[in-house]
């Protein structure tokens, strides 16, 4: 069964305007959440990751909200630009072992 | 830092044939991880390596699938008797593991192999 559960599965924002992806998981074992940015024809590439010891992660115009209690977390993406289409993956992991339990992924195409 | 590498890129095979994948992973790390991707879904585990040990399948590899590491490099990826079920994008990704207290493991993911299987 999908252990992470990831929405939507698509969206559509205008250039300069935030995309939202959300997820949630059931397994409070998870103590690592990355997501990843995917190309077409390419493997997924880390982008910014989160650990349940913090609420919030932002690196440039990338930012990672944790809430522990409802099991969610959340990727905002401030000031889309058309380079920002593409697939993102909501994941998470294990201390001990680290193999990624991936969302279905979101396909955001930001239009000019 | 070349990267992880993937070979083939694309791979078209017939039904009951046998196909190897193989992985190249970033020099000098230690573990190594196979994940399947099918379209519209994201990367399942497959598998993974700490250097030439083999620590986990996951229960989705059949034993038509088998993985190696040999001396902790690169790997390969063998499906025997390939189904039409196999047909996926099969993902490697490297890793250097490290223990303790705020231990991490940024996985890099390769470009992957498409296998198509008619």
């Known amino acids: 069964q999908q252990q992470v559960k990831q929405s939507p599965q698509s969206l559509i924002v205008q250039k300069g305007g935030i995309s939202i992806i959300n997820c949630a998981y059931e397994?409070?074992?998870?103590?690592?959440f990355p997501w990843y940015q995917q190309f077409p024809g390419k493997g997924p590439a880390l982008l910014i990751a989160?650990?349940?010891?913090?609420s919030e992660k932002k690196e440039g115009r990338f930012t990672i909200s944790f809430n522990k209690s409802a099991k969610q977390f959340s990727l905002h993406i401030m000031d889309s630009q058309p380079g920002d289409s593409a697939t993102y993956f909501c994941?998470?992991?294990?201390?001990?072992?680290?193999?990624?339990?991936f969302g279905a992924g979101t396909t955001v195409t930001v239009r000019a | 830092d070349t990267g992880v590498s993937q070979d083939p890129r694309h791979k078209i095979t017939k039904r009951g044939q046998n196909v190897t994948f193989r992985c190249d992973p970033i020099?000098?790390?230690?573990?190594l991880y196979w994940y399947r991707q099918t379209l519209g879904q994201g990367p399942e585990f497959l598998t993974y390596?700490?250097?030439?040990?083999?620590?986990?399948k996951s229960r989705l590899l059949s034993d038509r699938f088998s993985a190696e590491r040999p001396k902790g490099s690169f790997s390969t990826l063998e499906i025997q008797r390939t189904e039409q079920g196999d047909s996926a994008m099969y993902l490697c990704?490297?890793?250097?593991?490290?223990?303790?207290?705020?231990?991490?493991?940024?996985?890099?993911f390769g470009p992957g192999t498409r296998l198509t299987v008619l």
């Open positions: 990704a490297s890793s250097t593991w490290t223990s303790g207290r705020g231990a991490t493991d940024t996985q890099y």
């Open positions: 397994n409070t074992a998870f103590d690592y």
């Open positions: 989160i650990r349940p010891d913090v």
């Open positions: 994941a998470a992991s294990y201390r001990n072992d680290y193999k990624l339990s």
């Open positions: 020099s000098e790390h230690n573990r």
């Open positions: 390596f700490q250097n030439e040990a083999q620590l986990e």
